[in-house]
């Protein structure tokens, strides 16, 4: 045998480094997936543990078994892809394994605070841009192409359809999209939006309008107040205390309070999103800046600094995008979840998800079987 399951694990699985790796001629392996193959070895939670914990010792057993790979190349078919990840290739069946040099880092074993790859940089002229036509036409094509909206850009879409074509609409047309039953007002959400592109735009806003939109963000403070209280709420026992041991945490949860807006946090046909009640449910748990209470201090924290937490929540959807369409098209009456044995690996952690049937993030933390995550 030329290399064990442990071997694979030492030389390249825990580095989770992309390879090629060759197969003995006429092998099981070679007449399932052909003479090499090229993707990444994939673990479990658990499994990860146990082979970190057997070759940290000195002298290590040598077993021959099976190990999962995801296949990077589009020659695999779908079913054998599938194989692969649920079952994999025995390591008896290999004859080489390559992966290019460079530094080797075992970020699962790694403490330190990580850093996510850095955005490329595209310098864009958007001065002369007509931003609610912008909204309009990006909502509108989404729309169109079976996107379907959360509230939050259904509302920039009917503000900028206001902005830009309000004279032109029917009074009809206008109380039947725009106006809100009870109050007989512009949508309090379409209003806000309204205000907020003809504020940053030129000339800006009148003095009335100016009035109106601080009242509809104090509004928005005001509402959001109960949610922040609750959450501390659940955080500590010395609920007034908080102020003077985390003054970092309670600024930015109250900062966020009026400016917060439900966003998109995958680009796909069935959307998964947040509101305000779930950004903080992740935030004063799991991110070391604004974790609160000796409740949640017994969380798993993410290894990320405050700004990298969302774009990381957005890369882990991201690698099971086409599991979360698939689940809602096929159980579109039940949450998606991903726990446990079960959670999304990446860059040396696992990540638990769950999503509603509407698609809101209910959860997302780091997953430790040895520490309590929600």
């Known amino acids: 045998m030329d290399y064990s399951v442990e071997e694979i694990f030492f030389l390249s699985g825990q580095y989770d480094k992309v390879v090629n790796v060759s197969f003995k001629y006429k092998s099981e392996s070679y007449n399932l997936y052909g ?12 499994e990860r543990k146990e082979l970190q914990d057997t070759i940290s010792k000195n002298d290590f057993a040598r077993n021959d078994g099976y190990v999962k790979f995801k296949g990077l190349l589009s020659e695999l078919s779908d ?5 692969l ?5 025995k390591v008896s069946d290999i004859v080489n394994v390559l992966q290019m040099n460079g530094n080797l880092v075992n970020q699962y074993s790694d403490t330190k605070t990580r850093s996510l790859p850095k955005p490329i940089e595209l310098k ?4 002369k841009v007509d931003n609610d036509l912008l909204t309009i036409r990006t909502y509108s094509q989404m729309a169109e192409s079976g996107y379907k909206l959360i509230q939050e850009e259904s509302d920039q879409l009917y503000a900028a359809i206001l902005n830009k074509y309000g004279n032109q609409i029917s009074r009809e047309k206008f109380n039947e999209l725009f106006v809100d039953n009870e109050t007989r007002k512009i949508k309090k959400g379409i209003r806000y939006h309204q205000l907020e592109n003809k504020y940053f735009s030129k000339p800006g806003l009148n003095s009335e309008e100016d009035e109106e939109f601080k009242t509809l963000l104090k509004e928005r403070s005001k509402d959001r107040v109960p949610i922040i ?17 985390y003054p970092q945490a309670l600024n930015i949860a109250t900062a966020l309070a009026s400016r917060f807006e439900e966003e998109r946090l995958l680009m796909c046909h069935f959307p998964v999103w947040w509101d305000f009640e779930r950004f903080l449910h992740i935030y004063l748990r799991h991110v070391q800046e604004t974790q609160v209470g000796e ?6 924290q993410f290894q990320y600094s405050f700004k990298d937490i969302r774009k990381l929540i957005e890369i882990v959807l991201e690698k099971i995008q086409d599991e ?6 096929k159980s579109p009456t039940k949450d998606f979840k991903r726990q446990g044995s079960r959670s999304v690996y990446y860059n040396g952690d696992f990540y638990t998800v769950h999503i509603a049937t509407n698609g809101r993030l209910m959860t997302f933390y780091k997953y430790n079987p040895n520490q309590d995550g929600v």
Request: hydrophobic share 30%.
């Open 229 to 245: 209280i609750k959450e501390l709420e659940k955080s500590t026992e010395k609920l007034k205390e908080i102020g003077i041991q």
């Open 85 to 89: 990840s649920q079952k994999g290739f």
């Open 324 to 329: 979360i369409e698939e689940h809602f098209i």
């Open 79 to 83: 079913e054998k892809k599938k194989i």
């Open 35 to 46: 003479k090499h193959i090229t993707g990444e070895f994939i673990y479990s939670p658990s």
């Open 295 to 300: 409740r949640f201090a017994k969380k798993t």
């Open 124 to 127: 864009v002229d958007f001065s």
